[in-house]
């Protein structure tokens, strides 16, 4: 599994123009899956996401997790994650998992960061989702398991 982390001030997600979801600060979190992957990936990306210390502290240091500020995270489904260039200009997303696979470990990834007691919103998984962020710093993780 992969995730990109972003630090935000707000993410508002919509599909055909209806909001779906948003979250007032916190984590956007872009989370492909790959073939191969397994619950013990996605509990791994969970605790690293729900663990992260990119907020800062008192002293201006990234030192506080999205639970320590109260934030709240937004999770969205993203197997673009896995689209490989590397042969010609047109991506090959064969090692991203079929949606029968990935749309369960999404849905796991998900409990399993509400299990830190944080509040996690969604998007719509295969959906054509619109995403409106502002970044806050800019901070962007990459995380992989």
């Given at each position: 599994m992969k995730a990109v982390v972003q630090r935000v001030k707000h993410t508002s997600l919509s599909v055909e123009g209806k909001l779906i979801s948003e979250i007032p600060f916190g984590l956007t979190v872009f989370l492909g899956v790959k073939t191969g992957d397994t619950e013990k990936d996605g509990a791994y990306l969970a605790k690293k996401i729900a663990g992260l210390r990119?907020?800062?502290?008192?002293?201006?240091?990234?030192?506080?997790?999205?639970?320590?500020?109260?934030?709240?995270?937004?999770?969205?489904?993203?197997?673009?994650?896995?689209?490989?260039?590397s042969h010609g200009n047109r991506p090959s997303f064969t090692l991203a998992a079929r949606p029968e696979i990935a749309e369960p470990l999404y849905e796991y990834t998900l409990k399993e960061l509400c299990s830190y007691g944080i509040t996690v919103k969604k998007g719509v998984f295969g959906a054509d989702m619109q995403i409106e962020q502002r970044n806050d710093g800019p901070v962007t993780i990459l995380l992989e398991s």
């Open positions: 990119i907020f800062e502290d008192e002293n201006g240091k990234m030192n506080l997790s999205v639970k320590d500020v109260g934030g709240e995270v937004l999770l969205v489904s993203q197997f673009t994650l896995y689209g490989d260039a």
